[in-house]
């Protein structure tokens, strides 16, 4: 496993996890803590892993990643870990019910989903379509739950996600909570909008503040986690105002924005106008620094690669979203030699290292591609 080493799972934020190792080996754990900060710094899971260390069988300052505990938590499917989220209403839902009363098959779905997809990315931002706010109830759930006995563990853990989104309702029940916490219970919340919080509610809590992250944390993590290259990966950092989940959207939108021009470049070469062709490659492409143009041609490359990946396995229903334009060309050009399309792809990215004049690459390489993939039989 990637990432198996105790804390190991959080960016930076060095003097918070210290701050918690301490305050587990002195066995000093005050009953509730609010993780104060930007959005996208790991307040979510500085407190996830918190809970995670809390819990383990081993009783350690960290977690040891191998017990039933760490393991039930990597998963987030912990009977006594509990997030609390804000949730859209139930049809017909009354105060008192269940939080999850009235919900249909498909809001279960989508919750189970954002959940696991928390899970697996300790950084996703869990969001559920028409969610208004956290109910009051799933905050008298902590009470009632608290006098069960913990079945695992001495400790039951609350982490109240987002504390912000909670009703005035919700508010003043967290407050009663806080004012008189059952033994036992844990409360981490977590906000980016500590101003919206009730007073009472932070004067109640162990604040810890989670500060912006450095630019080499966020390119380290950009680079380990997400397969930044790494001059991206300090470009985008620098940008990203010490937000990972800030830099990460940029890393996205970056390569979606790349893969269109990439498909547009394929649908000019396709197409019978050589013109439009030209004229593309010189006013999107020519102008373009070298280190630029050697990214936007490997990104071809592996659009090719795809493509011929899916001409050998086609109709086996693997087919994702993401790469329907792969299987549309497939599809309407059976005859395309990907094969000398892509020596073309790997010819052009050699004189691009060697500072081969651009205009004249990218233009040579274009009417090569109208060549092979177009017309394969000329
Ligand atoms: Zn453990």
Redesign the pocket.
């Known amino acids: 496993m990637l990432f198996d080493m105790a804390w190991d799972r959080i960016i930076g934020q060095e003097r918070v996890k210290e701050l918690l190792r301490r305050a587990v080996s002195s066995g000093h754990v005050a009953h509730a803590y609010l993780f104060d900060g930007p959005e996208g710094v790991g307040k979510d899971a500085l407190a996830i892993e918190f809970a ?1 260390v809390l ?4 009783r350690g300052a960290d ?5 039933d ?2 393991r039930r938590l990597e998963s987030l499917q912990h009977p006594d870990v509990r997030l609390i989220v804000a949730l859209p209403a139930g049809k017909g839902e009354k105060t008192g019910d269940d939080p999850l009363k009235g919900f249909t098959d498909d809001q279960m779905d989508a919750l189970h989903a954002e959940l696991a997809a928390k899970a697996r990315d300790l950084y996703h931002r869990i969001s559920v379509a028409k969610a208004s706010f956290i109910k009051v109830n799933s905050i008298r759930e902590i009470r009632r739950q608290a006098s069960m006995t913990a079945s695992q563990s001495a400790r039951k853990v609350f982490l109240i996600l987002n504390a912000e989104e909670m009703n005035a309702e919700a508010s003043n029940a967290l407050l009663k909570t806080l004012e008189e916490p059952p033994g036992n219970t844990l409360l981490l919340l977590t906000t980016s909008r500590r101003e919206q919080l009730l007073p009472t509610i932070v004067s109640r809590c162990q604040v810890v503040r989670c500060a912006p992250l450095s630019v080499e944390d966020i390119a380290a993590a950009l680079q380990e986690r997400d397969g930044v290259e790494k001059d991206e990966a300090m470009t985008i950092a620098r940008l990203a105002n010490g937000s990972y989940a800030a830099a990460r959207a940029m890393t996205s939108d970056d390569l979606l924005e790349r893969r269109r021009e990439v498909v547009q470049f394929v649908r000019l070469a396709l197409g019978q106008n050589r013109t439009a062709l030209l004229k593309h490659v010189e006013t999107v492409l020519a102008g373009r620094e070298r280190a630029d143009a050697e990214r936007w041609l490997r990104l071809l490359q592996s659009w090719l690669h795809e493509a011929v990946a899916r001409r050998a396995s086609s109709g086996d229903g693997n087919e994702t979203r993401d790469d329907e334009d792969v299987q549309r060309f497939v599809e309407r050009f059976p005859g395309a030699d990907l094969t000398t399309a892509s020596r073309s792809v790997d010819r052009s990215i050699a004189l691009v290292e060697r500072n081969v004049y651009l205009p004249l690459v990218l233009t040579t390489l274009a009417l090569d591609l109208h060549r092979s993939i177009a017309s394969p039989s000329e």
């Not at 977690?63 to 017990?67: M, P, R």
């Open positions: 995670r819990n383990c069988q081993e977690a040891c990643g191998k017990c505990s760490c």
